[in-house]
């Protein structure tokens, strides 16, 4: 590094821009989270090349990945600013006047628990800050999470990788719908009967692996599956009119509780509720804007009605 021992001589905003390049490992996305311009940024990074006599980001089939070096100090940068940040006094940041673009990983059955609420709170608190969501199975949100396309995968894990940390928002159970004339005037199935009708598979690919199927496996059984979507959102509109069962999260139910052409009953056999989790990188643990988000996600989702008895 070209007169490293001399911090005069070192424009000290470059090492904000490396660091915010080592989050997100995008120019674009640095420079709306450093409410810079893209070629601001390129600049900097080109600057930041010389200043360590290394290329410090190398791109690589379309991303920009850390080199050995920048690597090495990512952890010393990060800790020093988050320090020189405390030294300084507040970090100034201001919900109201933030300015800045959030990517977000969920299911359409995420989206409409969370977003509603959530909208509402950042329209009213926070309208600078926008949001743009994804969709894809859970192990591709993971992966976005860690690559730094996303900032961060509400869902499911079960697992989750190292360098990701994960907050719960809420425990989910699973309910059965099914079309009320083909109930025969019942209000449920008992297994034999839920096991002798088709069903309706809400997932991202077409091998029933769900915690439903496992349960059922678990017990000696295998339900059939006359089909597979990936839109929670559709499901239930299956239903109606067929002889077919869906088993979802009671969540994904809610807008049909007062549908009379439908049933809304308990599965017929045991199946373990779920947590719906946030999960995000390590490295975004400490950055204010972003707990302002994972703190406001809780809070509109705290603030649903239909969520309140399924919380433990």
Known sequence: MQDSNNLRGIDLNLLVVLDALL?????????????????????????????????????????????????????????????????????????????????????????????????????????????????????????????????????????????????????????????????????????????????????MNDGANTEIDTALKAMGHVRRIAVTLPHWGNAPRLIHGTDLVLTVARNALAPYENDPSVIIFEPPFQIPPFPFVQVWHERSGGDPAHLWLRNAIAISLSANPSLAPLRP
């Open 23 to 203: 989050a997100e490992r995008h120019v674009s996305r640095a420079a709306i989270r450093l409410n810079m311009s893209q070629p601001a940024v390129s600049h900097a990074l080109a600057r930041l090349r010389l200043l360590f006599d290394d290329p410090m980001l190398i791109r690589r089939g379309g991303k920009l990945v850390p080199s050995s070096k920048a690597q090495q100090i990512a952890p010393t940068l990060s800790e020093a600013l988050r320090q020189m940040r405390e030294v300084l006094g507040p970090s100034g940041f201001d919900p109201a006047r933030e300015t800045r673009k959030f990517r977000l990983a969920m299911s359409d059955y995420g989206s409409g628990v969370i977003l509603p609420g959530l909208l509402r709170l950042l329209r009213l608190e926070a309208p600078g800050i926008d949001l743009v969501i994804t969709q894809s199975g859970r192990e591709a949100m993971l992966r976005l999470v860690l690559d730094g396309e996303c900032d961060l995968a509400l869902g499911v894990f079960p697992d989750l990788p190292e360098r990701l940390e994960a907050g719960q928002l809420t425990v989910e159970r699973f309910a059965c719908l099914a079309d009320r004339q083909m109930m025969a005037g019942q209000d449920c199935l008992d297994l034999e009967a839920y096991l002798s009708r088709a069903h309706v598979l809400v997932a």
